[in-house]
């Protein structure tokens, strides 16, 4: 099979490229979906650990799941909070949001 | 198969991966190439419903109309015009007709016959039609046509809407044979589910309509508001693949009823010749696909928020209930972990059937009551106003 | 790593995954930057499929790409005029590539044995098994009874439950027309 090391190599860039977009992206959307690619990282990883580590334990898989849950609430709120922004102040750019900053 | 290309020299993996290729190709040539005799029904039937003919001039009973349709659909002009969104205006009818034809990978078409016998078959059904619904989005996007906007808006909330309930509902035959796997649904179908939980196959018969967006649910292209909505803007073959799409969704939905509530394969001696098996999963598909054209043909369109409304105040309650009876019931029933045969399937079945009675009953009863008080209320406002009834009546949704 | 059918696959989804992914952060045309999301995220679940774990594999398309995606895409849709915004990155966003090439940089040293190989010693993870034991076969059943066991996930599970039904009324509150939206004045 293929050693471990290069899915983890893959969860690693796919977080990394993540990082970088919430990092560096301007449009609250676009910064939303690079979290769901930092997400999904994680779950990789977390699947990745429980099938060659501990392939009788379910334990990963079940952290998957919750992770699947966690994201589906953030990404329902998250979007709620940026089309409500977008209504009142007609942006959705996320330095443009800056009113608790002062 | 399998053992035949690795008696030739080839490799295990290669053997697999030849004989699962020609499989897709056969599974998905079959699906298409019943599109030209199954347009041809539908356009029958559908001429019936309505008091014509139907399509009666190519070939004899013009069976070989969807043929002349088809050349004639080839040949015309395939318009671009100027302003869509290249890529993600030609990927949309391919990935239409993708989403369908995957699902026929797990259709288990007699006890030997099925494409995959995935041990995640239902949760791929839900996975697959996830693909339609972003085939129409990308079609609605790409068009840069309001109306095919509008329409990109509307797939949003009726089809993610309409999943709940048919997830509520597909649950019901996993959590009766305690498998998801398709084939394995079939066989644990000693007595036919519809005679034990007949809410739950209405509950999806009228989510799967929605989802193939026919019928009474036809919003996504609905002609006299949207001028047919997200495919407004295609032309030629590309139009034709969402036709095609579309009847197959159609079709496989009656197949899918079929297979998770009308046993499937199951019939006389369809363990012993698979054609047999074969044969009765299509008459039983086609039996419900063709009660679905019947609604589809006789039901008025309905407005998108009472679509909406439909969904999440009576359809989904009722799902949730529904789930969470049965699986109390199945679970105070002595013995229902181990049905082997008819005689043990009967007493659940049975048990089953009474509680389901009881259910739509008592749903029935609950709608009526509704209905009564709304009618008093319109009642009473006509009492203080000259309008006649009608007018209140559409006023007040 | 000898090329067998199951690392040439490993390989094509990986690429699929990083590629879609990279789009994401790049393309300039946000539903384009939506459709290439859910690229990557099948790209994830076909490597839940070669992980042996189908049922994760399934609630991912089901969840983020039925769901979580095409609420994304729907979101793109109703802004439209900031598809084509006229710079997509902020002003730091060198500093940031340059943070997250070292973040990569960093994970690799550690996960991967290239540096075991250059004889550094005591800094890479040992994670070079390629031969895990087989999974059982009644791997989906056992995660069911564990998410509802009452020694194993149950409490997580209610929880995480009740957290969705929060999230959805919190996210029906924030957009409800008419309701907390028109408080806090003109800002």
Redesign the interface.
């Known amino acids: 099979m293929v050693p471990l090391w290069m899915y983890l190599v893959v969860a690693a860039g796919l977080f990394s490229i993540g990082l970088f977009g919430v990092l560096a992206r301007r449009n609250a959307i676009a910064i939303l979906m690079s979290i769901e690619l930092m997400l999904n990282a994680v779950n990789i990883n977390l699947v990745a650990f429980w099938r060659y580590k501990t392939p009788v334990d379910l334990s990963g898989q079940a952290f998957a799941a919750f992770v699947f849950v966690v994201a589906a609430a953030e990404a329902a709120v998250g979007l709620a909070l940026i089309i409500s922004i977008y209504r009142r102040r007609q942006s959705v750019i996320a330095e443009d949001v800056n009113m608790l900053k002062w | 198969m399998t053992g035949l290309l690795k008696d030739i020299g080839l490799s295990h993996d290669l053997a697999v991966l030849i004989a699962k290729t020609i499989g897709v190709f056969v599974v998905g040539g079959f699906g298409l190439l019943w599109t030209l005799l199954g347009i041809w029904l539908e356009r029958k039937w559908a001429g019936r419903f309505q008091d014509r003919i139907g399509p009666n001039r190519v070939g004899p009973f013009g069976l070989i109309q969807t043929v002349a349709d088809t050349i004639k659909i080839l040949l015309k002009e395939d318009i671009m015009k100027q302003g869509i969104d290249r890529w993600v205006f030609n990927l949309a009818p391919i990935l239409s007709v993708v989403a369908v034809i995957l699902i026929w990978a797990v259709v288990p078409f007699s006890p030997a016959w099925i494409g995959t016998d995935l041990n995640i078959g239902v949760l791929y059904l839900l996975a697959v039609g996830a693909f339609g619904t972003i085939a129409v989005i990308m079609a609605g996007w790409g068009s840069n046509n309001k109306f095919a906007l509008l329409a990109a808006f509307r797939a949003v909330a009726q089809l993610v809407s309409y999943e709940v309930p048919m997830v509520l509902a597909l649950l019901v035959p996993v959590l009766l044979s305690g498998s998801m796997s398709t084939q394995e649904i079939v066989r644990q179908q000693h007595i036919w589910y519809v005679f034990a939980v007949p809410l739950t196959v209405l509950i999806f018969l009228i989510s799967s309509q929605a989802e193939t967006g026919r019928g009474p649910f036809d919003l996504l292209e609905a002609e006299s508001e949207l001028v047919s909505g997200f495919h407004i803007e295609y032309s030629g073959i590309k139009f034709g693949m969402f036709y095609v799409a579309e009847f197959l969704h159609a079709f496989t939905a009656g197949v899918l009823t079929a297979i998770l509530f009308l046993g499937g394969w199951r019939g006389p001696f369809a363990e012993d010749v698979p054609v047999l098996g074969f044969l009765y999963l299509m008459i039983k598909g086609l039996f419900v696909y063709w009660v679905l054209v019947w609604v589809r043909m006789t039901l008025p369109r309905v407005r998108i928020d009472h679509l909406l409304d439909f969904n999440w105040k009576f359809l989904v309650p009722v799902g949730l209930i529904n789930l969470l009876v049965v699986a109390l019931v199945w679970k105070l029933i002595p013995g229902t972990d181990q049905i082997n045969s008819t005689a043990d399937a009967l007493v659940p079945t049975l048990v089953l059937l009474l509680v389901n009675v009881a259910m739509i009953l008592v749903i029935g009863a609950l709608l009526a009551e509704r209905g009564r008080r709304e009618r008093a209320r319109i009642q009473a406002r006509v009492a203080g106003t000259d309008l006649p009834a009608e007018a209140l009546a559409s006023a007040a949704d | 790593?000898e090329l067998?059918?199951?690392?040439v696959v490993?390989l094509i989804l990986?690429a699929i995954?990083?590629g879609g992914?990279?789009l994401?952060?790049t393309t300039r045309n946000?539903?384009?930057?939506?459709?290439y999301?859910?690229l990557?995220?099948l790209g994830?679940a076909g490597?839940?499929v070669?992980?042996?774990?189908?049922?994760?594999?399934?609630?991912?398309?089901?969840?983020?790409?039925?769901?979580?995606?095409?609420?994304?895409?729907?979101?793109?849709?109703?802004?439209p005029?900031?598809t084509q915004?006229p710079?997509?990155?902020?002003r730091?966003?060198a500093l940031?590539?340059a943070?997250?090439?070292l973040?990569?940089v960093l994970?690799?040293s550690v996960?991967?044995?290239a540096l075991d190989d250059l004889g550094v010693d005591n800094w890479s993870a040992n994670?070079?098994?390629?031969?895990?034991?087989?999974?059982?076969a009644d791997?989906?059943v056992?995660?069911g009874k564990?998410?509802v066991d009452p020694d194993?996930?149950m409490l997580?599970f209610e929880v995480?439950?009740v957290?969705?039904m929060?999230?959805?009324i919190?996210?029906?509150l924030?957009?409800a027309p008419g309701k907390?939206?028109d408080e806090g004045g003109d800002?």
């Open positions: 790593m067998t059918v199951e690392s490993f990986s995954t990083l992914g990279l994401v952060v946000l539903f384009h930057a939506g459709l999301l859910m990557s995220l994830v490597l839940f070669l992980l042996a774990a189908p049922f994760l594999a399934g609630v991912q398309v089901v969840v983020y790409i039925g769901a979580i995606a095409i609420l994304i895409i729907l979101a793109v849709m109703l802004t005029s900031v915004m710079a997509i990155f902020n730091n966003w940031n590539l943070l997250a090439v973040f990569f994970l690799v996960i991967s044995p994670f070079t098994e390629d031969s895990p034991a087989a999974v059982p791997s989906i056992q995660l564990d998410l194993q996930y997580p995480a439950s957290l969705l929060a999230a959805m919190g996210a029906v924030l957009v907390a939206g800002e």
